[in-house]
């Protein structure tokens, strides 16, 4: 009740193409879902966050869609980028308990 | 402003060996929490220390410990290190954990601890 999948495992986009990733979660209790970009080497970097009772939030070129019912929610990327070629993390998090779910990742390569 | 720091940046041991491995949080957060990271999966949840009292465990070990100091900087301890322990430990802070803050995780870039 606790796992958050993630699709695809991997995916390649052209540049400027509409990356799109998707997570399920099963557990309602979750009441905060941020993304999580990592390059190789690096830690797990911030993207944006999202709160159950908001249906769309964006940032930039980033944009997370929130589906409550279908306990579903998803990152896309607009106007995809070389350099946003990375490994993303989907989460979920009781906000009370401070522990991270994460999902199993997507590995983007963009194209040029 | 600095962001999560985590000290040594790698570190190799042998099987039965002990490591300390070290984080201090952004100015200001006390809440610190640390990940396993094996290759090719997303962090797993080790622990989480709010104002400098475990708040959460996750399902490691009772050869993982860790304490936070006054200084809200923190310790992970693993004990008779095996070779399935070689992953990146990571080290996120945030500024408070209650319910509805929605305080984001800010996360160091890891200690690459490897077994042989």
């Known amino acids: 009740q606790q796992q958050v999948k993630q699709s695809p495992q991997s995916l390649i986009v052209q540049k400027g193409g509409i990356s799109i990733i998707n997570c399920a979660y099963e557990?309602?209790?979750?009441?905060?879902f941020p993304w999580y970009q990592q390059f190789p080497g690096k830690g797990p970097a911030l993207l944006i966050a999202i709160r159950p009772d908001v249906s769309e939030k964006k940032e930039g070129r980033f944009t997370i869609s929130f589906n409550k019912s279908a306990k579903q929610f998803s990152l896309h990327i607009m106007d995809s980028q070389p350099g946003d070629s990375a490994t993303y993390f989907c989460a979920a998090i009781f906000s009370w308990s401070g522990k991270l779910i994460f999902g199993q990742g997507t590995t983007l390569q963009v194209k040029p | 402003d600095a962001g999560v720091t985590q000290s040594p940046t790698h570190l190799i041991k042998t099987r039965g060996q002990q490591v300390t491995l070290r984080c201090s949080p952004i100015s200001g957060h006390k809440s610190v929490s640390w990940y396993q990271q094996v290759l090719g999966q997303g962090p797993q949840f080790i622990f989480q220390?709010?104002?400098?009292?475990?708040?959460g465990r996750g399902n490691f070990p009772d050869r993982f410990s860790a304490r936070q100091f006054p200084n809200y900087s923190s310790e992970l301890n693993v004990n008779a290190l095996l070779l399935g322990d070689s992953a990146l430990y990571l080290c996120?802070?945030?500024?408070?954990?209650?319910?509805?803050?929605?305080?984001?995780?800010?996360f160091g870039d890891g200690t690459r601890l490897s077994i042989l």
């Open positions: 557990n309602t209790a979750f009441d905060y």
């Open positions: 220390y709010y104002e400098k009292e475990e708040r």
């Open positions: 996120a802070s945030s500024s408070k954990v209650e319910m509805g803050s929605n305080q984001p995780q800010h």
